[in-house]
């Protein structure tokens, strides 16, 4: 049972682009939504988090945006580089039993110059 | 400040081995992690720890102990590995608790024959 649901799997644009990846969730006890980002070979790396009471959060071309009613939340690069091309993962906090993060299935996303 | 880093880089068993993967971190962390990445599936928790002397189940627990002797340090057990233990095993560390920035290590890749 997936308790984030992550898509698209992998994700091309060209450079310039806004690729955009949505996770979307059920567990309304979720209370922290964050993104990491990890490059082959290396280990992820936090990219930018949100919490439910804020509906978007930008941090230089990285926004979240938060919809808590539909249980969605979604990363939006803009003016994508070649450098972004990385693997994505949303992820969410389970605090009300224990205190943990859950991963979506992550999106592989490449950016073409 | 080495961050965190594992030990081995590589390793590769045979089907009822046993071995042992060290992850250390030298940021004053309370909480460590044991993640396994799978193509498709995320990372996915496989034991945590609190604190010095404690440890929890994660989500996919079985086949696999873990031991956190001294605060730095959390150790992975395979005590009969088996092929669908073959993974990518990534450490993480956080200061105090799952929605404070998770710092991953550089993982093991593991393949068990």
């Known amino acids: 049972q997936q308790q984030v649901k992550q898509s698209p799997q992998s994700l091309i644009v060209q450079k310039g682009g806004i690729p955009i990846i949505n996770c979307a969730y059920e567990?309304?006890?979720?209370?922290?939504f964050p993104w990491y980002q990890q490059f082959p070979g290396k280990g992820p790396a936090l990219l930018i988090a949100?919490?439910?009471?804020?509906s978007e959060k930008k941090e230089g071309r990285f926004t979240i945006s938060f919809n808590k009613s539909a249980k969605q939340f979604s990363l939006h690069i803009m003016d994508s580089q070649p450098g972004d091309s990385a693997t994505y993962f949303c992820?969410?906090?389970?605090?009300?039993?224990?205190?943990?993060?859950?991963f979506g299935t992550g999106t592989r996303l490449q950016v073409f110059p | 400040n080495a961050g965190v880093t594992q030990t081995p880089k590589f390793r590769v068993l045979k089907t009822g081995q046993s071995m042992t993967l060290l992850c250390a971190q030298d940021?004053?962390?309370?909480?460590m992690y044991w993640y396994r990445q799978d193509p498709g599936m995320g990372l996915r928790l496989i034991h945590y720890?609190?604190?010095?002397?404690?440890?929890a189940k994660g989500e996919v627990p079985d086949g696999y102990n873990v031991s956190r002797l001294k605060k730095q340090n959390f150790l992975l057990g395979l005590e009969s590995a088996a092929p669908s233990q073959t993974s990518v095993y990534f450490c993480?560390?956080?200061?105090?608790?799952?929605?404070?920035?998770?710092?991953f290590g550089p993982g093991t890749r593991l393949t068990v024959l």
């Open positions: 940021m004053n962390h309370e909480y």
């Open positions: 720890s609190v604190g010095e002397g404690t440890t």
């Open positions: 567990n309304t006890a979720f209370d922290y």
């Open positions: 992820a969410a906090r389970e605090s009300y039993n224990t205190d943990k993060l859950i």
């Open positions: 949100i919490r439910p009471d804020v």
């Open positions: 993480a560390s956080s200061y105090l608790i799952a929605s404070d920035t998770q710092y």
